[in-house]
């Protein structure tokens, strides 16, 4: 690369400065050894950018990810925070991490799961039901209700109150999303499945109206609609007939955690979100899980899920896939000699993971 590769860093809260710190050692240390020119900086985000600075994401830090040509980040959120901003703050206003995918307008989240064989005894299933599991959920992360408004709490005239959500999708946004589901189907094994409430909900109709519409282009990949409550019911009966499912902002969310179990624990889930497949947008990388107050500050938390959003960076942001297979074989390593995480029934400690996944690049 001819240009240094410009990477901003922003741990956020939690376990996550603990996952990032080892996740960035597997960065520098590929990059090192592939002679990869990168230049690095560090920021902070949501509860310690609010802590530090009073608000939960700087403009100084989304016109430096702007300029980047990855973020690097661990998670965001904390009881501690979140009833600070006022009534009727926005969703970017009330949580760093959604302004930065706003901004960014990282709308395709590819979160890949899949059952590994040294991890089998660990999930919920019985090994031949989920042995061979291998699916990416691709989940809208721009719109939908997290973003959605009119979205408040009212007070009613009796005393009582009542909350309301709006789930607002546009054709154009369902449709960007499908292409790209349809474009990594076709690197995979050629199916798609598309999950909706289009039973009760306007904006499921819509949806799968739009994703029928472009898997007519793509006559080659498989096209399955199913129900979201079906779906997660499927998705545990018979984990290996999946391969790529598309899904809105929160039935995403929720089928990406479902998939976790596959792999024997949230902790082991990456993700990258891209605007698009376009290599030149800057994309986000980060694990799928969150903070995990339960474990935070004992340098017990599972960095693979981490590591592995280092993996697709090094596929999706740098093209460079044989690298990305390079961090997953090292995974897979660190795995069946048994180096695991209190999470995964081990007691190896994070730091002693990342030193065993760096040790197994060469
Ligand atoms: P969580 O993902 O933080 O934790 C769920 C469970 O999984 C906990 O028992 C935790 O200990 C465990 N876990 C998660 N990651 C792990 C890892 N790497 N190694 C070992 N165990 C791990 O979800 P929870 O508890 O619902 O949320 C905690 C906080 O994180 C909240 O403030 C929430 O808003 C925030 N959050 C942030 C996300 C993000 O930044 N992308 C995503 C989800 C939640
Ligand atoms: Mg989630």
């Given at each position: ?207 799968r109206r739009?994703v029928s519409e472009?898997g007519a ?146």
């Open positions: 690369m001819a240009n240094p590769f410009k990477l901003l860093v922003l741990p956020g809260d939690g376990i996550g400065p603990e996952v990032v710190s080892v996740a960035l050692r597997v960065f520098e240390s590929l990059c090192q050894l592939e002679q990869i020119d990168v230049e690095i900086k560090h920021d902070l985000l949501h509860g310690a950018a609010w802590d530090r600075y009073g608000t939960f994401c700087r403009d100084e830090t989304v016109a430096t990810a702007k300029q980047s040509n990855a973020l690097l980040i661990g998670a965001a959120g904390g009881a501690r925070w979140d009833n600070l901003p006022p009534p009727g703050a926005t969703p970017a206003e009330r949580d760093g991490l959604m302004r930065m995918r706003e901004e960014l307008e990282t709308y395709a989240c590819l979160r890949p799961s899949r059952a590994y064989e040294s991890l089998l005894a660990r999930t919920p299933f019985k090994p031949e039901i989920v042995a061979g599991a291998d699916v990416l959920v691709l989940r809208e992360l721009c719109g939908g209700l997290p973003y959605g408004t009119p979205r408040g709490i009212d007070e009613l005239a009796d005393g009582s109150f009542q909350a309301y959500d709006a789930n607002f999708y546009t054709s154009e946004e369902i449709r960007r999303l499908a292409v790209v589901g349809f474009e990594i189907a076709a690197s995979r094994r050629g199916k798609v499945t598309s999950i909706d409430k289009s039973n009760v909900m306007e904006s499921g109709i819509l949806w739009i472009v282009e793509y006559p080659n990949i498989e096209l399955e609609h199913l129900y979201t409550d079906n779906a997660l019911y499927q998705m545990m009966q018979r984990p290996t007939t999946f391969d790529v499912v598309i899904a809105d902002n929160i039935f995403g969310d929720l089928a990406s955690d479902l998939v976790a179990s596959y792999a024997g624990s949230l902790g082991m889930l990456p993700s990258a979100s891209l605007h698009g497949l376009n290599p030149g947008r800057p994309a986000i990388y980060e694990p799928v899980h969150g903070t995990a107050p339960d474990i935070a500050g004992r340098g017990i938390a599972n960095p693979i899920g981490t590591i592995l959003s280092v993996a697709m960076l090094f596929e999706y942001s740098m093209q460079r896939k044989d690298l990305a297979q390079r961090i997953e074989n090292a995974v897979e390593r660190c795995l069946q000699a048994g180096v695991m995480s209190a999470d995964l029934g081990g007691n190896a400690s994070t730091d002693q993971i990342g030193e065993k996944i760096i040790s197994a690049l060469n």
